[in-house]
Antibody, heavy 118, light 109 residues
């Protein structure tokens, strides 16, 4: 079945970087964009950006430009999201989600908790 | 970036009909999609392209749109519909970007 499996929880110090992975299976990896969405504790969903695994093209929310990099490795059907210069308010659950037909985020990973604390 | 505005909380009696709305300039040009999220779980898409339902989503969920407002309607709300609901659409100032509404907490009484 179609699924996204994400890497495990992370604890980071302020100023550090984190790289979260998302492995896709059950569909043609290069046929769909992958998006990243985060959710701080008790807060709403926040879209971070997307990557086209076929071309490597990316587009990020203005808020994260210069601090985030999304990459993909088609040989292992995995996308990555790296966030640098972490701050305490980057503490959140980070989700990968597939961009399906008609702009729907149709498949979601289980989320990866990233805690930033000194 | 553009914004999508949702009421923070809505309640409905069991079995009754409830409408959750999402307002924003981008909705005049782009479809909204709707996501249900229960505590400790990843979101699930319930409506996309204004009124398409993924397989497995009950037909009591429907969507509509008029002007700058998109709506999610639950006809005959069930206890299991008690959840947070988020709308999403493209950003009107940058159509390669996406934006979520702030979310609506639906309580089924």
């Amino acid at each position: 079945q179609v699924q996204l499996v994400q890497s495990g929880a992370e604890v980071k110090r302020p100023g550090a970087s984190v790289k979260v992975s998302c492995k896709a299976s059950g569909y043609t990896f290069t046929d769909y964009y992958m998006n990243w969405v985060r959710q701080a504790p008790g807060r709403g969903l926040e879209w971070m950006g997307w990557i086209n695994p076929n071309s490597g093209d990316t587009h990020y929310a203005q808020k994260f430009q210069g601090r985030v990099t999304q990459t993909s490795d088609s040989s292992i059907t995995t996308v990555y999201m790296e966030l640098r210069r972490l701050k305490s308010d980057d503490t959140a659950v980070y989700y990968c989600t597939r961009g399906g037909d008609w702009d729907a985020f149709d498949i979601w990973g289980p989320g990866t908790m990233v805690a930033v604390s000194s | 970036s553009s914004e999508l505005t949702q009421d923070p909380a809505v309640s409905v009696a069991l079995g009754q009909t409830v409408r959750i709305t999402c307002q924003g300039d981008s909705l005049r040009s782009y479809y909204a999609s709707w996501y249900q999220q229960k505590p400790g779980q990843a979101p699930v898409v319930v409506i996309y392209a204004k009124n398409k339902r993924p397989s497995g989503i009950p037909d009591r969920f429907s969507g509509s749109s008029s002007g700058n407002t998109a709506s999610l309607t639950i006809t005959g709300a069930q206890a299991e519909d008690d959840a947070d609901y988020y709308c999403n659409s493209r950003d009107s100032s940058d159509d390669l970007s996406r934006v979520f509404g702030g979310g609506t907490k639906l309580t089924v009484l």
